[in-house]
């Protein structure tokens, strides 16, 4: 019995089955290693999913409550604001009236006519607070 595959001997013909073997069985590892390889890329994306779920359930509580305390902030930041001002105002008016009361004290006394200028000049000051 003659082998005849393009007029190769029998150990031509051995040698190309061998060396298409060894392409196999390299094929083969190079197909186990890209799998085990794709194995653990998705093992690890598997994790990495977990985790931002979790962490997606967090930051929408979280958005929530920035968005409650944005609200809150935007309904009591006028009232705070009125309220700042009545101090404001009712600060100037405790200085002015107990300017005023200082000032008729010494107004009224003849010992004191010389802190009359001082009272005027409290008056000035109470009038610049005024514009503050």
Do not use: H
Request: aromatic fraction near 12%.
């Amino acid at each position: 019995m003659q082998y005849t595959i393009y007029n190769s001997t029998k150990s031509e013909i051995r040698e190309m089955i061998f060396f298409i073997g060894i392409v196999f069985i390299s094929e083969l590892i190079i197909l186990f290693t890209l799998i085990n390889f794709l194995r653990r890329i998705d093992r690890k994306v598997r994790i990495i999913t977990r985790l931002v779920d979790k962490k997606r359930m967090r930051l929408k509580w979280n958005l929530c409550t920035v968005k409650e305390l944005t609200e809150d902030i935007n309904e009591y930041f006028p009232m705070l604001a009125k309220t700042i001002e009545r101090t404001k105002i009712n600060f100037i008016i405790r200085i002015l009236n107990q300017s005023a009361q200082g000032g008729i004290l010494l107004f009224f006394k003849p010992k004191y006519k010389k802190l009359l200028l001082a009272f005027k000049t409290g008056i000035g000051v109470g009038r610049k607070l005024l514009r503050i």
